[in-house]
């Protein structure tokens, strides 16, 4: 299998107006794919990012150091203003059972019915049934893209923000925050401020929602805390 690791770039994020990550430079963040499709034919990617944004040996870095749970997202562009930067491509054997459990719901409350998949069988007809209390740490099965990445990245820094005790953040300021972030993309400028909106209405609940993945104990990461696997 190969697994391609990359530099997602960050210079567009607004860093400085954004509270309590006023000082923070970070031109990029250390990403890696790998190809899906192998597995059950989901033609898309499983992507990891890194909590490494300064230059760092590729060989030091794993999924201790994931900032939170991989995702399935689309390929990386790798043309454009925000292409990525490639850094390395190597082999590695990747079994199915390697491959994280996600969860998904047909409802957006705790008390709904929740599912999870597993295996690289990320489908919703694939879907077990669960509870929330036992999927509420998984990644869910929506497809991102880097725009959401970016995203994704600055909501992570401010909740471990919070945790130090650097910033009180409501979720009106989140709100804001999130479409500042997705206003500042160079894909958006022709995108209304209503669609934007939708964007951050979709994406930031969840977003919020879910414990910093460093706090989900090693036993449940990217694992549903059922006794049968």
């Not at 190809?35 to 040996?57: I, Q, R």
């Not at 203003?81 to 059972?97: H, M, P």
């Not at 409350?109 to 999927?135: C, L, M, P, R």
């Not at 009106?172 to 400028?189: D, Y």
Request: aromatic letters at 12%.
């Amino acid at each position: 299998m190969d697994v391609h690791y990359f530099k997602l770039p960050l210079g567009n994020i607004p860093f400085k107006e954004i509270t309590s990550l006023e000082d923070i430079n970070y031109t990029y963040v250390y990403c890696s794919y790998f190809s899906l499709k192998p597995f059950k034919g989901l033609d898309y990617y499983l992507l990891s990012v890194y909590n490494v944004f300064e230059p760092t040996d590729i060989g030091e870095i794993d999924d201790g150091n994931l900032l939170f749970g991989r995702v399935i997202s689309e390929e990386p562009s790798k043309r454009g203003v925000n292409k990525v930067i490639q850094v390395k491509t190597e082999k590695r054997a990747v079994d199915e059972k390697d491959l994280p459990h996600l969860k998904y719901s047909n409802s957006k409350h705790t008390d709904g019915n929740w599912f999870y998949v597993k295996d690289g069988d990320y489908f919703a007809f694939s879907g077990i049934e669960s509870s929330f209390d036992k999927v509420a740490h998984l990644e869910g099965i929506s497809i991102y893209g880097e725009i959401i990445l970016r995203l994704r990245i600055v909501i992570e820094l401010l909740k471990k923000n919070i945790k130090k005790g650097l910033a009180e953040i409501s979720v009106k300021e989140f709100n804001e925050i999130a479409f500042n972030i997705l206003r500042s993309e160079p894909s958006t400028k022709k995108i209304s401020d209503e669609d934007i909106q939708y964007g951050v209405n979709n994406w930031l609940p969840s977003m919020l929602m879910m414990p910093l993945f460093e706090e989900v104990p090693d036993i449940h990461k990217e694992r549903v805390k059922d006794k049968k696997k």
